[in-house]
């Protein structure tokens, strides 16, 4: 069994910068809060689940040589830039039509619309995460945090499963707390500020992304 202790150190640096980076708005958090407040408890936490399976799919390539291979077939990074900056873009747009929609209209078309299954929630979470390539570059330098060279495989686990323990706690709980009545009365009453916000927010990171190297 591998004794931990003296790469404890850098485990809780990497530790801390996973948990400040994940808890961070940024296009997967706004979407869990959007959706929550929006669609309701099951929803969100079906939207979390998803990004939380991207993002530990994201782990587990990279903690298997992903670096390696970026360096080796960096075109597919760019393809994946791509459609991730697109995805994003999509997403400004759906959250634009929503702020342009009246109140009456908003509720009439809710009210008739059927809601996504909790599969495609958590593909549409999935998608959000997966199509990001920052999130493996993210994880490159988490890695290189906790895992000095020469340590064996078990820190490597051992980081991986501190992340997901904190991802589940701030993703689920972003999706647990925004889906609370009030907040949900709250985002009535807002909700074309805050649609208008999430449209902003998801152009500007899909426009930097397309546009920003990597």
């Known amino acids: 069994m591998t004794d931990l202790t003296p790469y404890l150190p850098q485990l809780a640096v990497a530790w801390t910068a996973y948990l400040i980076g994940t808890a961070s708005p940024g296009p997967a958090i706004l979407a869990i809060i959007s959706t929550s407040i929006s669609r309701g408890r099951q929803a969100g936490v079906a939207l979390a689940l998803g990004v939380l399976t991207g993002?530990?799919?994201?782990?587990?390539?990279?903690?298997?040589?992903?670096?390696?291979?970026?360096?080796?077939?960096?075109?597919?990074?760019?393809v994946l830039k791509i459609v991730g900056g697109c995805y994003l873009l999509w997403l400004a747009w759906n959250a634009y039509r929503a702020a342009r929609k009246s109140e009456e209209t908003y509720r009439a078309q809710i009210a008739a619309m059927p809601a996504l299954s909790p599969r495609r929630?958590?593909?549409?979470?999935?998608g959000i995460h997966i199509t990001n390539p920052?999130?493996?570059?993210?994880?490159?330098?988490?890695?290189?945090?906790?895992?000095?060279?020469?340590?064996?495989?078990?820190?490597?686990?051992?980081?991986?499963?501190?992340?997901?323990?904190m991802g589940v706690?701030?993703?689920?709980?972003?999706?647990?707390?925004?889906?609370?009545?009030p907040v949900h009365r709250a985002y009535l009453k807002s909700r074309r500020a805050i649609e208008g916000v999430m449209a902003a927010f998801?152009?500007?990171?899909?426009?930097?992304?397309?546009?920003?190297?990597?």
């Open 169 to 181: 706690c701030v993703f689920l709980g972003f999706a647990l707390v925004f889906s609370l009545a």
């Open 202 to 214: 998801f152009a500007f990171a899909g426009f930097k992304l397309l546009t920003t190297r990597l």
């Open 121 to 126: 929630q958590y593909l549409k979470g999935l």
């Open 55 to 78: 993002s530990y799919v994201w782990a587990i390539l990279t903690a298997s040589g992903l670096s390696a291979l970026i360096r080796t077939y960096g075109e597919a990074i760019i």
């Open 134 to 165: 920052k999130a493996i570059f993210n994880w490159i330098m988490l890695t290189s945090l906790g895992m000095p060279p020469g340590a064996p495989g078990g820190v490597m686990a051992t980081f991986i499963a501190g992340c997901m323990v």
